[in-house]
């Protein structure tokens, strides 16, 4: 008997422990010097980030790169930046519906990577790393 409730115990701990759940980093608590530090810390160790999910608020950039391909960033502005325009610190997000430029929103999603290569000998690559949505909401202010 005690060998059976000890396996049901056992099965009951193995259940609750869902291998399934990824590791969370929630930006949306940071300040911007901490907001700064962790983009950057993102970016020089991507490895140790990638398949987390991660929450961020921010104001929605999208920038033209070229014909007609935009690339959206979501994040803060740095306030020491004169004019206040030039220093948006945040990560690169892509989803199936845009927001609007300049809207307040708060996105969730797997830090991921793709990588493009430039030359038919795959010698020459580009690697991108962005959050691929799950969920986004408008924050109203």
């Not at 948006?88 to 991921?112: A, K, M, Q, T, W």
Request: hydrophobic share 35%; with cysteine; charged share 30%.
């Amino acid at each position: 008997m005690k060998q059976l409730l000890v396996c049901f115990l056992t099965c009951i701990l193995l259940v609750g422990c869902s291998s399934d759940e990824r590791e969370v980093l929630d930006l949306t608590q940071y300040n911007i010097t901490m907001l700064t530090a962790e983009i950057q810390n993102i970016y020089m160790n991507s490895s140790n980030y990638l398949g987390k999910k991660i929450i961020i608020e921010g104001e929605v950039q999208k920038i033209h790169i070229e014909d007609d391909k935009y690339m959206y960033l979501v994040g803060m502005y740095d306030p020491l930046c004169e004019d206040g325009t030039c220093c948006l610190v945040g990560l690169v997000f892509e989803c199936e519906n845009y927001p609007e430029n300049e809207d307040f929103v708060r996105i969730e999603g797997e830090f991921s990577e793709r990588i493009t290569y430039i030359d038919e000998e795959e010698t020459v690559w580009i690697t991108e790393f962005f959050i691929e949505v799950e969920k986004i909401e408008e924050i109203k202010e």
